[in-house]
């Protein structure tokens, strides 16, 4: 029998209104900064003083880089009835898709953005605020908060709309599906920008309804993490992913007493998790989530392949009968399910097995296999540091069709031993006809292989094998 579906209190529904800060504490420390930490209060009086200096527009984009103005422009958006406009990225092409599609888009920023952003307000130039509130302000769960964009790792970015019902009920239940509930008090490093999904829900949101105190910094190298680290207090919490994480271990940085690490974006692999787990004293936990719906599952990785939902998600199928059926995410509170975009065995309500991308099944001789479930064989490889597995060409219906390639960054092995240790693990079928070795893959900000740089790896080395 599945296990109960646990009924989340304090989390928000439909149709009421829910506070900035659950709880609230004005003393609370929400941020820690060059300057020393920083209170959930005055978080709240930056935010209405800067909130008194926006324009009357409906749509924002939030461009801050520094965690604690991301979070300020955030709130002061939502106390003046905004709607705050992430990016996928920082990119003036992507920019101008913004300002194309959005009518009277205005940006909030600090000074020293190198973007030519539209009517832009900065925030750093806010040098007064008043006293901190006595009662968090509230904001109407319907309300339109946020419009976030997918990272464009499967093509053309998209937009979905989140309510602040949505985050508030994520803010909520993502820490306590990664164990993080627990903690008194944790402080996040982050290693993620706070524009992507998953940066956003464990570091904004994080401190906005999951009471942590977050790093105001986005460190990418290991002696950097290592610095951000030592800075908070205990307990420690990383949000990062499999490429920093990589580096951390492989590096000689001393660190303090890690109380746990989060790794999304990309597979980890239980090679990396158990190196990781060693070299950090903490246990790592992998979320599992896509735009549409945020981080839905969970995991230890060492625990094996079983991810549990958060607890206001349930894993049902829709449709069955002769036309098939659809595996989806049903969030009781609102009434709704979102479709994976995902090949996902449901265990039970609670429960799923990932078995790949739907775009991402592959044909190869009438057989069928998943690009990820193969990339994250060459991931297991010793030696092999970072690599994906990609097929160019179309879907014929039943899987993409086309000759496998292989990029590899491995420096201590040459084409022939991957190729060996390739042929070990995989049905012959699925060996890669091509193998490339690089020095480094062409990874985003938040650790994610862009569909389009894959297209142009693909094109720039089309017919080597090395």
Same mark, same amino acid.
């Given at each position: 029998?599945?296990?109960?579906?646990?009924?989340?209190?304090?989390?928000?529904?439909?149709?009421?209104?829910?506070?900035?800060?659950?709880? +609230?504490?004005?003393?609370?420390?929400?941020?820690?900064?060059?300057?020393?930490?920083?209170?959930?209060?005055?978080?709240?009086?930056?935010?209405?003083?800067?909130?008194?200096?926006?324009?009357?527009?409906?749509?924002?984009?939030?461009?801050?880089?520094?965690?604690?103005?991301?979070?300020?422009?955030?709130?002061?958006?939502?106390?003046?009835?905004?709607?705050?406009?992430?990016?996928?990225?920082?990119?003036?092409?992507?920019?101008?898709?913004?300002?194309?599609?959005?009518?009277?888009?205005?940006?909030?920023?600090?000074?020293?953005?190198?973007?030519?952003?539209?009517?832009?307000?900065?925030?750093?130039?806010?040098?007064?605020?008043?006293?901190?509130?006595?009662?968090?302000?509230?904001? *109407?769960?319907?309300?339109?908060?946020?419009?976030?964009?997918?990272?464009?790792?499967?093509?053309?970015?998209?937009?979905?709309?989140?309510?602040?019902?949505?985050?508030?009920?994520?803010?909520?239940?993502?820490?306590?599906?990664?164990?993080?509930?627990?903690?008194?008090?944790?402080?996040?490093?982050?290693?993620?920008?706070?524009?992507?999904? +998953?940066?956003?829900?464990?570091? $904004?949101?994080?401190?906005?309804?999951?009471?942590?105190?977050?790093?105001?910094?986005?460190?990418? +190298? $290991?002696?950097?993490?290592?610095?951000?680290?030592?800075?908070?207090?205990? *307990?420690?919490?990383?949000?990062?992913?499999? *490429?920093?994480?990589?580096?951390?271990?492989?590096?000689?940085?001393?660190?303090?007493?890690?109380?746990?690490?989060?790794?999304?974006?990309?597979?980890?692999?239980?090679?990396?998790?158990?190196?990781?787990?060693?070299?950090?004293?903490?246990?790592?936990?992998?979320?599992?989530?896509?735009?549409?719906?945020?981080?839905?599952?969970?995991?230890?990785?060492?625990?094996?392949?079983?991810?549990?939902?958060?607890?206001? +998600?349930?894993?049902?199928?829709?449709?069955?009968?002769?036309?098939?059926?659809?595996?989806?995410?049903?969030? *009781?509170?609102?009434?709704?399910?979102?479709?994976?975009?995902?090949?996902?065995?449901?265990?039970?309500?609670?429960?799923?097995?990932?078995?790949?991308?739907?775009?991402?099944?592959?044909?190869?001789?009438?057989?069928?296999?998943?690009?990820?479930?193969?990339?994250?064989?060459?991931?297991?490889?010793?030696?092999?540091?970072?690599?994906?597995?990609?097929?160019?060409?179309?879907?014929?219906?039943?899987?993409?069709?086309?000759?496998?390639?292989?990029?590899?960054?491995?420096?201590?092995?040459?084409?022939?031993?991957?190729?060996?240790?390739?042929?070990?693990?995989?049905?012959?079928?699925?060996?890669?006809?091509?193998?490339?070795?690089?020095?480094?893959?062409?990874?985003?900000?938040?650790?994610?292989?862009?569909?389009?740089?894959?297209? $142009?790896?693909?094109?720039?080395?089309?017919?080597?094998?090395?």
């Amino acid at each position: 029998m599945a296990d109960p579906i646990p009924q989340p209190g304090g989390v928000p529904g439909r149709a009421e209104s829910w506070p900035v800060f659950d709880p +609230y504490d004005p003393g609370r420390t929400a941020f820690h900064t060059a300057d020393g930490r920083l209170s959930q209060g005055a978080v709240l009086a930056r935010a209405a003083a800067l909130a008194e200096r926006l324009p009357a527009a409906a749509q924002v984009a939030n461009y801050c880089e520094s965690r604690l103005q991301f979070t300020v422009a955030l709130l002061a958006a939502w106390l003046r009835g905004q709607t705050a406009v992430f990016p996928a990225d920082r990119t003036a092409h992507s920019l101008q898709r913004l300002c194309d599609s959005v009518d009277g888009l205005y940006a909030l920023a600090e000074r020293g953005c190198p973007l030519e952003l539209p009517d832009p307000v900065f925030v750093d130039d806010l040098d007064t605020a008043g006293a901190p509130p006595a009662e968090a302000p509230r904001i *109407p769960c319907d309300r339109l908060a946020v419009q976030v964009f997918t990272s464009g790792s499967t093509g053309t970015p998209k937009r979905n709309d989140k309510t602040w019902g949505m985050l508030a009920a994520g803010g909520k239940t993502i820490p306590a599906m990664l164990g993080l509930d627990a903690l008194d008090g944790a402080s996040v490093v982050a290693t993620v920008p706070s524009q992507h999904m +998953y940066g956003f829900e464990m570091t $904004a949101m994080y401190a906005l309804q999951g009471g942590a105190a977050i790093h105001d910094g986005r460190p990418m +190298y $290991a002696a950097d993490v290592a610095e951000a680290l030592h800075a908070v207090p205990a *307990p420690r919490v990383l949000v990062t992913t499999p *490429p920093h994480l990589r580096a951390l271990v492989e590096s000689a940085v001393a660190l303090p007493e890690l109380a746990a690490a989060i790794s999304a974006t990309a597979p980890l692999g239980e090679p990396l998790a158990a190196a990781a787990e060693d070299r950090l004293g903490a246990p790592v936990r992998e979320i599992y989530g896509f735009t549409e719906a945020g981080s839905v599952a969970g995991r230890r990785t060492l625990d094996g392949e079983v991810w549990r939902l958060r607890g206001d +998600y349930r894993a049902e199928r829709r449709g069955e009968g002769t036309g098939g059926s659809e595996a989806v995410v049903h969030w *009781p509170a609102l009434e709704c399910d979102i479709a994976f975009p995902d090949v996902v065995e449901v265990l039970d309500e609670r429960r799923i097995r990932l078995r790949g991308r739907a775009q991402d099944l592959v044909n190869v001789a009438g057989k069928r296999a998943s690009l990820s479930g193969l990339t994250s064989q060459l991931l297991e490889i010793p030696g092999v540091e970072d690599g994906v597995v990609v097929q160019p060409g179309e879907d014929d219906g039943g899987g993409r069709v086309g000759r496998l390639v292989a990029f590899a960054v491995a420096p201590e092995l040459d084409r022939a031993a991957v190729l060996r240790a390739l042929r070990q693990r995989l049905d012959p079928a699925f060996v890669p006809r091509r193998l490339v070795l690089l020095d480094a893959l062409p990874r985003n900000a938040t650790g994610k292989l862009l569909q389009a740089d894959l297209d $142009a790896l693909v094109r720039r080395h089309a017919g080597r094998r090395d």
